[in-house]
Nanobody
Framework: QVQLVESGGGLVQAGGSLTVSCLASGRTFSTITMGWFRQAPGKEREFVAQ???????IYADSVKGRFTISRDDAKNTMYLQMNSLKPEDTAVYYC????????????WGQGTQVTVSS
């Protein structure tokens, strides 16, 4: 079992930057594919980015070139660096994990709020 805890959310002005983190418990973190999702008020949760155990990354088109996903297996931590933030990036950001690239995401954090003011 893996438990995930996000941190680092907050309020930032449009054009600014913010980094959110996801700390995982358990010794299997390095083998797990990790991802970031977000959910804005009144909208469905959407995929943001993914990084697998060999650090191959995938990004949603809406964040490509602005966001960077990374992981530090020694610290059991995943990061999402967000640059050139826009008001439409405002959402609760969730980290998630799955055992393989094609399995369902079964591990979820509680979320951290990111608010971008215009």
């Amino acid at each position: 079992q893996v438990q995930l805890v996000e941190s680092g959310g907050g309020l930032v002005q449009a054009g600014g930057s913010l980094t959110v983190s996801c700390l995982a418990s358990g010794r299997t973190f390095s083998t797990i594919t990790m991802g970031w999702f977000r959910q804005a008020p009144g909208k469905e949760r959407e995929f943001v980015a993914q990084i697998n155990r060999i650090s191959l990354t995938i990004y949603a088109d809406s964040v490509k070139g602005r966001f960077t996903i990374s992981r530090d297996d020694a610290k059991n931590t995943m990061y999402l660096q967000m640059n050139s933030l826009k008001p439409e990036d405002t959402a609760v950001y969730y980290c998630a994990g799955r055992q393989t690239d094609w399995a369902a995401y079964t591990y979820w954090g509680q979320g951290t709020q990111v608010t971008v003011s215009s």
